[in-house]
């Protein structure tokens, strides 16, 4: 019996191995690696000429990635090792990654070694932002065009070259969406607010309480509790800014 159950474990971590993706196999298609399959002809056409152009104009490389699926891996992990495997992340002009998941509807940004000291450290959130309008009506090509555009011209300002060339966009994003999102930040931070208020209550009364028969309570200390709920809503908060799924 214990032979048969260490046999199957046996096939069972040998097939899991086998289901595990060789990210490093994957080779480059072009600026466009379209793995999931989602980038219309249209737009792949348009993509490739722009890349060249930046390429040509500033020396940096922008390859766009997407993959069906992280089958289960850790998003870091995956962009990091087709950057590595590329040579993304250490070519002597500079180059950028972005890689889509679309099962999982998560991306990330690589930013190879020569780009890394002269591009915004929020470009990454500028290109999630520009993508968004496309992502959510599902136009993919069209994702792909606006961070291919936003970061052609933060490589382009950074390098201080002009870059002429454009892309064809119709899905922006509005004032209305940039309304909605401070209204639901103000939201959050007023729960918060609520939330620490409603925490330190108790703690408050007891004090006063304690103070009124003599220091009954003096000994308890609600700034260490308050102080901590706070550091974990904001680690919570800084968190969810960073997420990468769209």
């Given amino acids: ?78 962009a990091s090792s087709l950057a590595r495997g590329w040579g993304i992340e250490n070519e002597k002009n500079g180059g950028v990654l972005l890689l889509l998941a679309m099962a999982d509807r998560r991306s990330r940004l690589e930013i190879g070694e020569g780009l890394k000291p002269v591009l915004p450290a929020d470009l990454a959130s500028k290109v ?13 090509g069209e994702a792909m065009m606006a961070a291919a555009e936003t970061l052609g011209g933060a490589i382009a300002q950074a390098r201080h070259v002009p870059l002429t060339a454009r892309l064809p966009r119709r899905l922006r994003p509005t004032m209305g969406n940039t309304f909605v999102w401070i ?44 102080g901590g709920f706070g550091g974990s809503v904001g680690a919570r908060s800084g968190s969810f800014g960073a997420a990468s799924q769209w």
């Fill in 1 to 78: 019996m214990r032979m048969c159950l260490s046999l199957g474990a046996a096939l069972w971590f040998a097939a899991a191995a086998s289901w595990a993706v060789d990210w490093k196999s994957l080779k480059p298609a072009g600026y466009v690696s379209d793995f999931a399959r989602v980038v219309d002809s249209a737009s792949r056409a348009r993509l490739e000429s722009y890349a060249a152009e930046v390429e040509r104009v500033t020396g940096a490389h922008i390859a766009l990635v997407t993959i069906p699926s992280l089958e289960g891996e850790p998003l870091e992990d995956v």
């Fill in 128 to 140: 999630r932002w520009e993508m968004s309008p496309a992502l959510r009506a599902h136009h993919y």
């Fill in 183 to 226: 209204f639901a930040l103000f939201l959050f931070g007023e729960l918060l607010v609520l939330a620490a208020v409603l925490f330190a209550y108790p703690a408050i009364l007891r004090r006063a309480m304690g103070a009124q028969t003599g220091g009954g309570f003096g000994a308890f200390d609600s700034g260490d509790s308050f």
